[in-house]
């Protein structure tokens, strides 16, 4: 067990650096930042379709499938904790017999449900995130219809971006913790395991946070 604890807290750290890491190159690079960029996108997109006046299908269309996407996200996180919870009693047993034999170790009842709990915990996060995202597109498709002039100095349009923001980062939280369910999805087969797909994840991740190259001209 005592492996197993230690690869976690190695697989924990390894993405905490990650993150402090990405944290400092968008203080020092903001155009560096795939974050960065879709929130300068979203404001452009809201400041579009409040100044033009007469894209309010457009707006409708584009918030309902921001919507539909999060309610599918949402739908699948809980369909998978239902799951978990139907084969809570096989995935142990499936997890030995899959393992490698020269890695075969003894795993305790109160390990598999320590893994089986912190699944569990990932995918109500990411029910969570997504729910909330829903809410925050629906306040927006409110919020972006009303005349521009209902407020000075355009305060109702940074109100809109802040909360359509919101909304994306929510969708961007929740999509990030179906992520960080494949390592422990591993670690079932071995501490080994969840070390090697951490390194993945975040191979991947770093992937997807970088802006590319071509995407330059969005970003300035």
């Given amino acids: 067990m005592s492996y197993d604890f230690i690869a976690l807290a190695i ?8 993150y402090f ?4 190159r968008t203080r020092r690079l903001p155009n560096s930042s795939m974050h960065a960029l879709n929130t300068k996108i979203r404001e452009r997109w809201v400041s579009m379709i409040m100044g033009s006046g007469n894209m309010d299908i457009l707006a409708i269309q584009t918030l309902r499938n921001s919507v539909m996407a999060a309610n599918f996200m949402a739908a699948t996180a809980i369909l998978l904790i239902v799951g978990i919870l139907n084969l809570s009693e096989k995935i142990g047993q499936w997890a030995l017999d899959w393992h490698p034999s020269i ?14 709990i912190l699944l569990l915990l990932d995918f109500s996060i990411a029910f969570y995130c997504f729910a909330m995202a829903i809410r925050f597109f629906n306040h927006v498709g409110y ?3 009303l005349p521009s002039d209902a407020s000075a100095d355009g305060e109702l349009c940074k ?3 802040a909360y359509l923001n919101r909304a994306g980062n929510h969708y961007m939280l929740g999509t990030r913790t179906f992520f960080f369910s494949l390592p422990i999805i591993f670690w079932f087969f071995g ?30």
């Avoid at 697989?11 to 990650?18: A, N, P, R």
């Avoid at 890491?21 to 400092?24: E, S």
Wanted: aromatic share 10%; with cysteine.
């Fill in 11 to 18: 697989s924990v750290l390894l993405i905490l650096i990650y």
């Fill in 21 to 24: 890491y990405l944290a400092r």
């Fill in 103 to 116: 890695l075969a170790y003894t795993v305790s009842r109160e390990l598999w449900q320590i893994k089986l």
């Fill in 143 to 145: 919020m972006i219809n």
């Fill in 159 to 161: 109100q809109t971006c």
């Fill in 191 to 220: 501490p080994h395991f969840l070390v090697l797909a951490t390194l993945s994840l975040i191979a991947g991740l770093a992937a997807l946070d970088k802006v590319p190259s071509d995407c330059s001209l969005y970003s300035s």
